[in-house]
């Protein structure tokens, strides 16, 4: 069964805080996204990963970075979190080739900055 | 940026009637996928459409792609509690990556 997997699925932290968003896919994918999802607005691309130590900025990566060390770990990370950052983030994986492969999604994780 | 706009955002229905939801963009999209997310999960993929045109059925669920690849819909017959959940369509552009609609919520009362 794939999975995709998520550190916390709650996070509480204050403002100014370094936040670190860790996500594990175990189906070899090459392909890793960074999304959040805010009430009517849908999903927005954070950044994303093609390949180990590579990432491309996505829609709205302002307050952002990321970091894949390794094929199967793709991470967000918070320089400094602020209140606007409150929302839930959701990581996906997809394998390379064909141009509309699945996105599988991990389970989310709602971070509350305070 | 291309941009996906998705109706209704609301939907509350009861059990065995039929619905559509709609998802419209000025853009040409390579192909379009359909998502169903529920409480606490993350999405999962329903179906991916790629011609102008297609028609692809998934039990009671219809799904269709404009001949132009602009817009999509996904029809739902005798719509069952089971159905409910968020509904995200999400198109492909030229690059590879999904740009998604704001989703619409359909609750199914029985």
């Known amino acids: 069964d794939v999975k995709v997997t998520q550190s916390s699925r709650y996070l509480v932290k204050r403002t100014g805080e370094k936040v670190f968003l860790e996500c594990v896919q175990d189906m070899d994918h090459e392909n890793m996204f960074w999304y959040r999802q805010d009430p009517g607005l849908g999903l927005r691309l954070i950044y994303f990963s093609y390949d180990v130590k590579m990432k491309e900025k996505g829609d709205i990566p302002e307050g952002y970075s990321v970091s894949r060390e390794k094929k199967e770990r793709f991470s967000l990370i918070l320089e400094s979190a602020s209140t606007n950052q409150t929302s839930m983030y959701l990581c996906?994986?997809?394998?390379?080739?064909?141009?509309?492969?699945?996105?599988?999604f991990g389970p989310g994780t709602r971070l509350t900055v305070l | 940026t291309q941009l996906l706009e998705q109706s209704p955002q609301f939907l509350s229905i009861q059990e065995g009637e039929n619905l559509t939801v709609y998802c419209n963009s000025s853009s040409v999209f390579s192909s379009l996928q359909w998502y169903r997310q529920e409480p606490g999960e993350g999405p999962v993929l329903l179906v991916t459409?790629?011609?102008?045109?297609e028609v692809k059925k998934l039990k009671r669920l219809t799904f269709q792609f404009g001949d132009a690849r602009k817009d999509s819909s996904l029809h739902i017959t005798a719509a069952q509690p089971g159905d409910t959940g968020l509904y995200l369509c999400?198109?492909?552009?030229?690059?590879?990556?999904?740009?998604f609609g704001q989703g619409t919520e359909l609750s199914v009362k029985p």
């Open positions: 999400a198109g492909q552009d030229q690059g590879g990556k999904l740009i």
């Open positions: 996906a994986s997809t394998s390379g080739g064909a141009f509309y492969n699945e996105q599988f």
């Open positions: 459409v790629v011609t102008g045109g």
